[in-house]
């Protein structure tokens, strides 16, 4: 069986057929014939006419970004979605990145649309649902408006086994879930679809990628969503998107494949400074050793670090009274909460 048929007819078994075929996969991808398939797929793909990649700064979406500007140039849109879910500060700092890499890209602002389609949900993949035709009806518009012929996006082969094996339906899955994307007014390509992340690592490195892209941690399509336990809505968001800033900034030296901030939805007692009673919210922090995200280790981190975190979450996130770190392995939980 090779690693792609096992991929596609994913079982115990077969997994463990596949990460052993995997490693021959590694030592057998060749980065420089890869772009060079794939740029001349995309060229004949798109012909003379424009092509609109959904770009999120992550390495994935980053790959097939600058795979499809290599391949068409300036016909290419670059397209970031301000869905009101993204980390701080992540819009600009995707312009300013590509920028210096000599391309353009428009963000829009689509964020009470996404707020919304969520409002009131809070199964998790009810979430994942509304997320996804959120986002794609913002795409198959903003491919109309600019006449693009087809859309480029960073699926990866964990997105595609996940979603096939029930485990969470990614955002951006459409055919190998049976859904059509002509619903959405779409043609999708998906250059990386066979790639796990230490391919796509790779394949960044050799178009020449800066290191804080083709080295960049992982980041769910659906955002801060997926770290949400219960209700998303934007004052939930932004107690989540603080406690981010903080759990990156104290574990960047730690280089964990994952480490971000959680809200739960149930609350615990705690004081406030003045000893009075208070009634609020609980962050769990998360981190994760990883190679491509079917597996994980969670991140043995000393007391010192773990106890500068629950004073920085508790003093600088309004209304946390209690700090948790989670160290449940993949499997038997998943990476992210939702």
């Not at 701080?88 to 707020?115: C, K, N, T, W, Y």
């Not at 795409?139 to 996940?162: C, M, N, Y």
């Not at 603080?242 to 705690?270: K, P, W, Y």
């Not at 979450?313 to 160290?327: F, M, N, Q, R, S």
Request: glycine letters at 8%.
């Amino acid at each position: 069986m090779s690693w792609w048929e096992c991929v596609e007819s994913f079982s115990l078994g077969s997994w463990c057929d596949y990460l052993s075929d995997k490693e021959r996969w590694l030592n057998a991808l060749n980065p420089k014939q890869f772009v060079a398939e794939q740029t001349e797929e995309i060229r004949a793909a798109g012909g003379e006419g424009r092509a609109l990649v959904a770009l999120s700064g992550g390495v994935d979406s980053s790959v097939v970004a600058a795979l499809a500007h290599q391949a068409i140039g300036e016909r290419l849109i670059s397209l970031f979605i301000d869905d009101g879910l993204m980390r701080e500060g992540e819009g600009p700092m995707v312009v300013e990145a590509f920028a210096e890499l000599g391309m353009s890209v428009q963000i829009i602002d689509r964020a009470d649309d996404f707020f919304a389609a969520l409002a009131g949900i809070t199964d998790p993949e009810e979430k994942r649902k509304a997320f996804r035709d959120t986002f794609y009806k913002t795409l198959g518009a903003a491919v109309r408006d600019s006449g693009a012929s087809f859309l480029l996006q960073g699926t990866i082969a964990a997105d595609v086994i996940e979603t096939q094996r029930g485990v969470k339906t990614q955002h951006n899955i459409l055919e190998q879930i049976g859904l059509d994307p002509s619903t959405y007014g779409l043609h999708i390509l998906e250059p990386v679809r066979e790639l796990f992340k230490p391919e796509v690592r790779q394949v960044a490195q050799e178009l020449g990628l800066p290191e804080v892209i083709s080295q960049r941690m992982p980041f769910p399509g659906p955002g801060l969503a997926t770290r949400i336990v219960g209700e998303v809505t934007p004052e939930r968001v932004a107690t989540v998107r603080v406690a981010t800033v903080i759990v990156e900034e104290e574990l960047c030296e730690l280089r964990s494949f994952q480490a971000f901030a959680v809200l739960l939805n149930d609350r615990a007692t705690g004081l406030t400074e003045t000893k009075e009673r208070a009634f609020g919210q609980i962050i769990v922090v998360r981190s994760v050793e990883s190679e491509d995200a079917m597996m994980a280790t969670p991140t043995e981190l000393d007391w010192n670090k773990l106890q500068r975190l629950q004073e920085r979450i508790c003093a600088e996130v309004p209304d946390v009274t209690k700090v948790l770190y989670d160290l449940t392995p993949k499997p038997p939980s998943t990476i992210e909460y939702i």
